[in-house]
């Protein structure tokens, strides 16, 4: 039992994290309107975050504590895991860096007036 309770008590360190794409999460909502497909880019983005953490992190205590006797096929769903949260957080990134710049238009230049 202590040793749920420890693995547990690792979630909660994620918490602060957590809240910080909630928070995210209602800005894209608020300004849905003014800025839907930045807002889409970014909601979609931190949902891979999210779920990226919650599920991986829940694989990392649960998978230990059903598989404790099958040890090669606990390695293995864990380095599946573990590749698997790469993949989403690469994708999760990459619609983060288009919403931030897809739809930015290039400084023209001033021309001199004098």
Not at 1 to 20: G, I
Not at 31 to 43: D, G, I, P, Y
Not at 72 to 79: D, G, H, Q, V
Request: glycine share 4%; hydrophobic share 65%.
């Amino acid at each position: 039992m202590q040793l749920v309770a420890a693995n547990f008590s690792q979630l909660l360190f994620q918490v602060p994290l957590y809240l910080v794409w909630l928070a995210g999460a209602v800005l894209c909502i608020v300004n849905w309107r003014k800025h839907s497909a930045v807002s889409l880019l970014t909601l979609i983005a931190l949902i891979l975050f999210f779920l990226t953490a919650f599920v991986g992190d829940w694989m990392g205590i649960v998978l230990p504590l059903i598989l404790r006797e099958r040890i090669s096929l606990l390695a293995t769903l864990l380095t599946i895991r573990v590749i698997a949260q790469v993949f989403a957080n690469l994708v999760g990134w990459v619609l983060i860096l288009i919403a931030i710049f897809g739809w930015r238009e290039p400084v023209k230049a001033k021309s001199d007036q004098k």
